[in-house]
């Protein structure tokens, strides 16, 4: 039983410390259109950390490779990168670090779809709800 308290109050203080830090920058959208670079591929680089993505709103265009740069600030909170859009040639569910870590795929249907971290800790928010979460725009 003397675990288990100690377990749920160190929880309690990792959730607090997240939900303090001062650093966190603010909800706004940051747009970036990617542009095709010379190997053919549309590089993209995104940075995440305390429940954001920067950007958050990515432009890309349809039937063009498209290669995310991916890591997070250094933290004690993990995080993960999701697009589930199978139908558009999109499925991506990979762990991040503050490694930047290489993730490609091909869009294949213009649309707009959401990315996001599917993390959660007990019963407080996931970090999705607390704005890690973008969206990736395939236009023609």
């Not at 995080?79 to 762990?95: F, Q, R, W």
């Amino acid at each position: 039983m003397k675990n288990f308290a100690i377990f749920i109050l160190c929880c309690l203080g990792i959730a607090g410390y997240a939900s303090c830090r001062a650093d966190t920058p603010p909800s706004d959208e940051i747009i970036y259109q990617a542009t095709i670079a010379a190997d053919g591929v549309q590089h993209v680089r995104i940075e995440g950390g305390s429940d954001f993505y920067k950007p958050n709103h990515v432009i890309v265009k349809v039937n063009v490779p498209v290669e995310f740069t991916v890591s997070v600030e250094r933290g004690i909170a993990p995080h993960t990168l999701v697009i589930k859009s199978p139908e558009a040639g999109m499925s991506v569910d990979e762990k991040l670090s503050i490694d930047a870590k290489n993730i490609r795929f091909t869009p294949t249907a213009i649309g707009k779809y959401p990315f996001y971290c599917k993390n959660k800790l007990l019963f407080f928010k996931s970090h999705r709800e607390k704005g890690m979460r973008g969206v990736l725009e395939v236009v023609q």
